[in-house]
């Protein structure tokens, strides 16, 4: 595996980009410019945290309890769910959200934006255990531009022979005050598979507040959406392209506490989920030789 040192010297930018090793052994690239700072994990191309330097708090969170460890998914951030979304159609075995979040990357580019935001490319790294649960030709690589915005570019390139059909998300955990001041914008009129409410198809009502438990998976939606949290007295809003789904989770109590890593007793109510996603009749046929990006877009504003 590249050393934290070696990287420094290949891709790493004074003062903006340094690569160091975690005590859990994964290489983290910590990213600090004049507009924000950032910081990703090597493993699964995970962004752990982002915040503007307009921002007095994150705008991704990160639970206390999220560890690094080898082939562990991360808990918070921006983990990349790739190239199925949710349990695995056929096998019970397999990961849930497959398993780009929990392989090596490696990184292959970074640079400074002509704006000063930072930009860094990694690509993930197929192996036996990978082609054994997937056994098609892909290159997947995300560009993460870390500015007073975060822009997420995750591209599947089919290089092999035959088409492929993927789900996929960029599964981010956002920073709010509490579960029980904010709303979600956006999605009123749309079409969702309500998970908790035994996936029937419902359709969304106006703003989304939250009493429970709640994860939905809207579909044929390529709107932006706006978290509003009365209590920080600021929106965020998600932005994207090349993605038909947004999942919209919050855990509540009683999954929190089964999940063990949510920064218990009460580190849930401070998080919520808004995924650009591609998933159930949102899966995406990549034809052979095509590429297929999805896109999105992260700002804070206080109100
Ligand atoms: O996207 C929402 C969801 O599918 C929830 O059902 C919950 O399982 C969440 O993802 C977290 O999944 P993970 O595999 O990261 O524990």
Redesign the pocket.
Known sequence: MTTAQQLNTQFGIDGQVVFRKDAGGLIVAEISNPQATASLCLQGAHLMAWQPKSQSLPVVWLSRDAKLAAGK?I?GGV?V?WPW??AHAAESGF???GYARTVPWQVIESGTEPNGATRLTLRLLENEKTRAQWPHDARLELTVIVGETLRMELSTENTGESDFVISE?L?TYFKISDIGAVRVSGLAGCDYWD?VGGSALNKQNGAISFTSET?RVYIDTAAECVIEDDQLKRRIRVAKSGSLST?V?T?WTA?ADR?GDMGQPDGWREML?V?SANAFENAVKVTAGAKHTLIVEYRAESL
């Open positions: 998914s808990r983990p769910c979304f949710g990961p849930a959200h998300a599964h998970k994860d999942v989770w855990p999954k999940m989920c995924e």
